[in-house]
């Protein structure tokens, strides 16, 4: 079975600082892991996703996010927040061969000016 | 282009009615999911179609659940019985093909039960 989790409900960090929003998973096999955003009263928008190849990837607005096998992990970054980048993060993961998706419980991130 | 649409935006209904959610993917996008979002939760799957497999239903959480997926395209989720528990945000995402693709969500249906 496949699961993941945000460990932090809330994060709060300073305009221009940097921002992490961690993430764990498991899965049974390989897998393949994602980062969605949701904006007030707006739907959820995919920022980016690790599949195979280079354990850091880059996304959309200047987040980026490396995977870690070893300790299973999938940390969401950016080197310095924007107070537009406050809104409700989720992580996701899916192993090969399932057809659902497994979504974190959301980690609100707050950027103040 | 246009991006997945979801109707209607908000639906208050009395416990016991039945309920329909359309959901209309993207174009071209074989595989369709919805979601449920309660509030403070994640987002718990509920069923999955892609092409013309027999729909993932593995997510339903009981009988009163179903969905259709009417020629590759639209989507209904309907809800018979509604129950109180059943209020939540309904999610419903498409995407190219399985797995390694990522999923594109519409605004979602608030549904209240009162």
């Known amino acids: 079975a496949q ?3 945000q460990p932090e409900d809330q994060v709060n960090v300073a305009e221009g600082n940097p921002l992490t929003v ?4 498991s899965v049974s096999g390989n897998p393949y892991l994602f980062w969605y955003v949701q904006y007030p009263n707006r739907g959820l928008q995919f920022l980016l996703k690790y599949i195979t190849g280079d354990n850091l990837v880059k ?3 200047g987040f980026e996010a490396e995977f870690n096998k070893s300790q299973t992990s999938f940390h969401l970054k950016k080197p310095s927040a924007l107070v537009s980048d406050s809104a409700l993060y989720f992580c996701a993961v899916r192993d090969i061969g399932n057809n659902d ?3 974190g419980a959301g980690t609100r991130l707050t950027v103040k000016p | 282009g246009a991006g997945v649409s979801q109707s209607p935006s908000n639906k208050v209904t009395e416990k016991g009615k039945d309920v329909e959610l359309r959901c209309d993917p993207i174009s071209g996008h074989t595989a369709l999911y919805w979601y ?6 994640g987002l718990e799957f509920l069923i999955y179609f892609q092409g013309n497999s027999a729909p993932d ?4 959480p ?9 020629g590759g395209s639209v989507s209904t989720l309907t809800i018979q019985r509604t129950q109180q528990e059943d209020s939540a945000v309904y999610l419903c995402a498409s995407s190219l093909g ?8 519409g605004p979602g249906t608030r549904l209240t039960v009162t």
Do not use: I, N
Request: proline share 0%.
């Open chain 1, 22 to 25: 961690k993430c764990t998973y």
């Open chain 2, 36 to 41: 449920r979002q309660s509030l403070g939760q």
């Open chain 2, 98 to 105: 399985r797995v390694s693709y990522e999923q594109y969500f």
């Open chain 1, 3 to 5: 699961s993941v989790a």
């Open chain 1, 59 to 61: 996304g959309s607005y």
């Open chain 1, 101 to 103: 998706m497994r979504f």
């Open chain 2, 62 to 70: 009981s009988d009163r659940f179903s969905a259709e997926r009417t």
């Open chain 2, 57 to 60: 239903k593995s997510g339903l």
